[in-house]
């Protein structure tokens, strides 16, 4: 299950539409360990093609430093796919690096209304996932007990 | 050359969990040589056919080793060597 604010949500979607027909793709980082994601961070997509995504290595190491300096991780990382639904194709499974994230996707080929999944990838294993968008962490229980709800 | 060297989750299990562990080596082609040593089984996760795998980042005090020679890229005592996965997908076939 991903619990998530509606306000990521809107990030994540807009970022997509505005990048469309190239696909888009961010992280959202929140504190390590508690399965919250926080804040949006848009990542550029090194390969600007509506069919494949890279993030920058460069921007990526330095989001790695920053993440680390902030006690953060990558809760979510999402992507965008503009023709086709929003289910990991065989390369976003193949490649997928970090069991511990949510891999979001959202599809952007209607016009008018987005569609937005959320998956677990393990040993190249597909398990989707329910999302459940909120206004608000506060009175929802997100993550482990051991690690203190956003203020 | 003593260097520490960062490893990602999804290589944790060649180190028995461990997130920073030693090696040493002057070129990075070294350090994973003596890492493999240490923690069997991780070199074929980081190169293929004689060099660093397509969607493994390896950096060198944060600077990309593909842009500094690759595995023949200079470490020097006391460096930080990191490896990210690298976070790609798309729709097109590719060769891993």
Do not use: Q, W
């Not at chain 2, 190169?47 to 890229?73: M, P, Q």
């Amino acid at each position: 299950m991903l619990t998530i604010r509606r306000d990521l949500v809107d990030a994540m979607v807009a970022h997509a539409r505005r990048d469309h027909p190239d696909e888009a793709c961010g992280v959202l980082a929140g504190p390590a360990g508690s399965g919250r994601p926080e804040r949006c961070i848009e990542m550029t997509n090194a390969e600007r093609s509506p069919n494949f995504y890279r993030f920058d290595s460069m921007e990526d190491i330095r989001l790695e430093r920053e993440l680390d300096s902030r006690g953060e991780e990558r809760v979510v990382i999402y992507h965008s796919h503009t023709a086709t639904e929003a289910y990991p194709s065989r390369t976003d499974v193949n490649i997928a690096g970090y069991p511990e994230a949510h891999y979001v996707l959202i599809s952007t080929r209607d016009p008018d209304a987005h569609e937005l999944r959320s998956y677990r990838i393990i040993d190249g294993e597909v398990t989707e996932e329910p999302v459940e968008v909120v206004e608000s962490y506060m009175f929802s229980h997100t993550g482990a007990d051991d690690v203190p709800d956003a203020p | 050359m003593a260097v520490t060297v960062s490893v990602p989750t999804i290589l944790r299990t060649h180190t028995g969990g461990e997130k920073s562990v030693e090696a040493s080596g002057s070129t990075v082609a070294e350090v994973i040589e003596d890492l493999e040593r240490r923690h069997s089984g991780i070199k074929n996760r980081l190169v293929k056919d004689g060099s660093l795998h397509r969607f493994i980042n390896v950096y060198v005090n944060d600077e990309d080793v593909r842009f500094a020679g690759g595995l023949a890229a200079a470490v020097h005592d006391g460096d930080n060597v990191t490896i990210l996965p690298a976070v790609a997908g798309g729709d097109r076939r590719v060769r891993l």
